[in-house]
């Protein structure tokens, strides 16, 4: 099985797919760390990976595992691979408010050391992952949803309203 998890920053893609991953086996990949470079916790997601060292990794998990379960918000044409070769995308869709919720409880959790940080927190980065939430479903999911269709890849939209 082949599963591609996608939805805005906060929709529970992240969660939805180690769930998965530990009731079928699968092995989870976020696709942060293929889009980019992990420095640890002194430079956290700064720096974004070149397009051929992204393209060798992503690679490397489309080619080496026969199962697999991805995850992340990309729609962009380096991830054409894994939305071709997915049996199914699913597609998260939650509201805005709470994505946002989401968003401001995950980045004081970081702030405050709580949760290992993903990204240098600043109120800049909080401001803008806000922002990008907020039209994600009028902006972005539009053209993810194209590039879905076009690869005439299974899809399928789970509305979660939990909080």
């Known amino acids: 099985m082949k599963i591609y998890i996608i939805g805005g920053p906060g929709s529970g893609k992240t969660t939805y797919a180690k769930k998965l991953s530990a009731k079928w086996c699968i092995p989870h990949f976020d696709l942060d760390e293929i889009k980019w470079v992990n420095g ?4 956290p997601y700064n720096q974004k990976r070149s397009p051929e060292e992204r393209t060798r990794l992503l690679n490397d998990i489309l080619t080496q595992n026969n199962h697999w379960i991805c995850e992340g ?84 939209i789970i509305k979660r309203r939990k909080k």
């Open 40 to 43: 640890g916790s002194q430079s």
């Open 73 to 156: 918000v990309y729609f962009q044409d380096w991830i054409i691979p894994v939305i071709q070769q997915a049996d199914i995308v699913l597609i998260l869709q939650t509201s805005t408010w709470i994505r946002q919720y989401r968003i401001i409880k995950r980045s004081f959790r970081r702030l405050f050391h709580f949760d290992p940080p993903k990204y240098k927190e600043t109120p800049l980065t909080l401001f803008r992952l806000l922002r990008w939430s907020q039209v994600y479903d009028t902006k972005y999911l539009p053209q993810a949803l194209a590039k879905i269709t076009a690869a005439k890849t299974k899809y399928h």
